[in-house]
Structure formats: structure tokens, C-alpha cells
């Protein structure tokens, strides 16, 4: 076979792990009723889709779901959006809850427990490869290509990585890998993260998605799962451990990030930084491109009508300007400008939103002016409400980020 026949085979043996139990605290309000990977993303799609949409556009049909914490709304989601590969032909999206079960009774302490728990099942499907990957970020990848590389470097283990500036590297694992990009020493989240010998201002961290040789993940999740010292995380415990005694190779991701991307990934953990991942899509060339035909982002959606602007009568216009408008939202004599409005949002007349996101189902009463808020799922907005003039009066009310972004739910109007 030759090579690209060589990784279509492969990755037919290539089980995925998409780790979707996260609780995402750090997104506040947001993660209350429902867990990170469910939190909508980009107008109609959620988080959890993108790692998924990686899988389909890379060839991966065998992927399970590790689910834990809130997970009803994320269940109900991958059920009605994910469930159109054929099982005849061994391809699946299957759904794995926390179970309890081994004789330890406990749920996931951490990612390698929650790939652990779940080893009798992972056996079961004769993997080659594990490919375990975040549920909660945004970026677009070619999997097989990190997957070709990982064959070709004859590696146990590989680990997807990326530059990012110094400043920001104390959040990840940092690697430093030598001359042949095996990784020689592994730190995570280092107080004074070591910086690329050829860029001082920069270092090499990991994304969290890792490439398993079969076997060398049962080895290693069974050493872990006996070590009482350990917190059972594999940027914590289960990489260091290896890099002292397997090869462990670094693929940068700049050699598998879908063409368009210009390595796009984020991580938008908080308020702010999903805020901000939002708003970039209103612009004129954002950096991730959803109108890429060539690696779809795939999601299940209900069946709404085509968005509606209506009145333009005086200073009772329906408009929206630099902005994103999803399918069902009606802008009724409002004016929308650099936003994002989710589906079936529903601005009314008198009213002005301004680099904010409008999430699903929610509607912002007349005569209201909403400036660098998130208005979350189903939330109303009483008429006449002013959110973004005023600091301190909004952190009274609502939740405001530290970069002064307002979070505003139901339960938070319901208290006005």
C-alpha cells in the first residue's frame, strides 16, 4: 500500500475519545444548567461540534463521547445531531456516561481516570490507535495528518502542540522537544514557562490532544490508576511519566491545521475569551472561517425560517450592521450592530445591541440599549433596560468579566 492508503486504513482503526464532562466554571452562569461542551458557539452550532466536525472531515467514523457533568442538554444535542453515521459499517458516535465502573466507585477524577473507567469498552473495539481529544475547543484540525506523522516517527504517544506567547504559556503544558521533535521534557503549567530556543517570547505548549499507540495507553492508564499520588490528569501525571520512558513525539500543529485556519484555536474557558471568539466572527476576514465548504462544521439544527428585519420608519429601523444573524431571530424596528444573534433571537423596535452576543431564544425588550454583553439561552430582556453605560450599576445586577463584559441570565432579570 502506499502511504495515503496506508492512513485511510489506519484511521478505520483509530478510535476517538472526545472528553465532554468538563464543568467549565470559569464560564460562570453559563455552565450552571449545562457543561462546557454544550454552551452554544458561533450562532448555531455548539462547542463540542468542532472536535466532532474533525473527526467526520478527517475520516474518523468510530468516536465516543465521555459525558459527566450536566449532561442532559449535551446528550440530547449529540442524539439528534450526531447519530447519522451507519453502525453497519462500524461507524459510530456513541455516548459513554460516567459509570462507576471499576471496583475504585467513583466518577472521572481526571481525564486519563475518565479514558480508565472506560477501558473494557475501548478493548472491545480492537483500537490500533486512541486519538483522545477536548470537547471544549474551538479550532479546526486534520487529525489524519497528525495521525501519519505519528505512524511515520515509530512514537508511543504523540502530543499536538503550539506556539503561544510566553505570557500566556503558565495555562498549558509546556514541551520542550529536540532537534527530531521528540519531546524531552514536559511541565504543566509552569509558573515561569521556559521559552523556544529560537523565540524568547514564545514557548511550545500542548493543546490536549494526544495520539495513543493501543497498547501503550492500557500500560500506562493501568500504572497510573494504582498510583495514589497521582491526580490522575494526562498533562498532569500520565505525559510526564511517559516522557521519561517512551517516545513521546511533538506534532506541531501548524502541519495539520485545516489550510483556512491559520492555525486557529482557542480554549474560551472564560467569559471573556468566549466573548471575544464569538465577536471575531463578525469581521470582515475572521481568523476561523465557518463558509469554508471544504471542512464543514457540522451541528444539528431545527428546522427555522430565514431571518427577518422589519420597519423602517424614522428611528424605528430593523437593521443589523457587521454582524452575524442566524436562522429564526426577527430584528423588529431594532438596530443590531457588530453581533452576533444566535437562532431564533428577537430584537424589538426602539431597542440597540451593540458587540454583543444574543444566544438562543432569547428577545431584548423595546427601548433597551445593550452594549459588550452575553445574553444567555431563552433569557428576556425587560423593556427599557440599559446594560453597558453604567459599571458598577451592572456588576450589581449581573455578572461582569474582569474585561467588562456583562453576562446577563434569566434568573438574574428575574431578580431586577
Known amino acids: 500500500m502506499n502511504n495515503s492508503q496506508t492512513i485511510h486504513y489506519e484511521i478505520r482503526n483509530t478510535l476517538a475519545l472526545v472528553l465532554a464532562g468538563g464543568r467549565g466554571s470559569r464560564l460562570q452562569n453559563l455552565t450552571e444548567t449545562r457543561s462546557k461542551p454544550a454552551v452554544p458557539f458561533g450562532g448555531k452550532f455548539r462547542i463540542v461540534d468542532f472536535p466532532l466536525s474533525n473527526c467526520i472531515n478527517s475520516g474518523l467514523r468510530k468516536i465516543a463521547v465521555l459525558t459527566q457533568y450536566r449532561a ?42 475518565a479514558v480508565h473507567q472506560n477501558l ?12 483522545i481529544l477536548a470537547g471544549d475547543h474551538i479550532y479546526k484540525q486534520d487529525y489524519s495528518k497528525m495521525l501519519a506523522e505519528h505512524i511515520e516517527s515509530g512514537a508511543d504517544v504523540s502530543v499536538a502542540c503550539m506556539s503561544v506567547p510566553r505570557s500566556e504559556a503558565s495555562s498549558f503544558g509546556v514541551v520542550n522537544a529536540n532537534a527530531e521533535g521528540r519531546i524531552v521534557e514536559f511541565v504543566e503549567k509552569p509558573v515561569d514557562p521556559p521559552a523556544m530556543v529560537d523565540d524568547p517570547e514564545r514557548s511550545f505548549v500542548s493543546m490536549g490532544i494526544y495520539i495513543f499507540n493501543y497498547h501503550a495507553l492500557m500500560e500506562v492508564l493501568e500504572e497510573d490508576a494504582l498510583d ?7 498533562g498532569n501525571d500520565v505525559i510526564p511519566k511517559l516522557v521519561e520512558s517512551s517516545k513521546v513525539m511533538a506534532h506541531n500543529f501548524s502541519r495539520s491545521a485545516v489550510h483556512d485556519s491559520d492555525c486557529y484555536w482557542k480554549d474560551v474557558g472564560t467569559v471573556d475569551a468566549y466573548w471575544e471568539a464569538n465577536i471575531d466572527l463578525t469581521a470582515v ?39 452575524l444573524v ?16 444566535f437562532t431564533d433571537a428577537r430584537i424589538n423596535s426602539y431597542s440597540i445591541v451593540y458587540s454583543s452576543l444574543i444566544l438562543p431564544h432569547a428577545c431584548v425588550g423595546r427601548h433597551c440599549s445593550i452594549k459588550r454583553a452575553i445574553v444567555d439561552v431563552g433569557c428576556q430582556l425587560p423593556e427599557r433596560l440599559i446594560v453597558g453605560d453604567d459599571a458598577e450599576l451592572d456588576a450589581e445586577r449581573f455578572y461582569r468579566s474582569e474585561q467588562g463584559i456583562t453576562l446577563i441570565t434569566q434568573e438574574m432579570v428575574d431578580r431586577l
Open 72 to 113: 442532559h442538554s449535551l446528550i440530547h444535542h449529540l442524539q439528534r445531531g450526531w447519530s447519522f453515521l451507519r453502525p453497519e459499517l462500524g461507524e459510530f458516535v456513541e455516548i459513554w456516561p460516567a459509570q462507576q465502573q471499576t471496583k475504585d466507585v467513583h466518577w472521572y477524577q481526571g481525564t486519563a481516570d
Open 120 to 131: 473494557e469498552i475501548i478493548t472491545q473495539h480492537k483500537p490500533r490507535f486512541v486519538l
Open 228 to 234: 495514589s499520588s497521582s491526580s490522575h490528569d494526562f
Open 285 to 323: 476576514t475572521p481568523q476561523l472561517d465557518l463558509y469554508d465548504r471544504g471542512w464543514p462544521i457540522w451541528t444539528h439544527q431545527s428546522q427555522y425560517p430565514s431571518a427577518k428585519f422589519i420597519f423602517n420608519k424614522g428611528n424605528r429601523t430593523g437593521a443589523a450592521l457587521d454582524s
Open 326 to 341: 442566524s436562522a429564526g431571530c426577527v430584528v423588529s424596528g431594532g438596530m443590531v450592530d457588530s453581533s452576533l444573534l
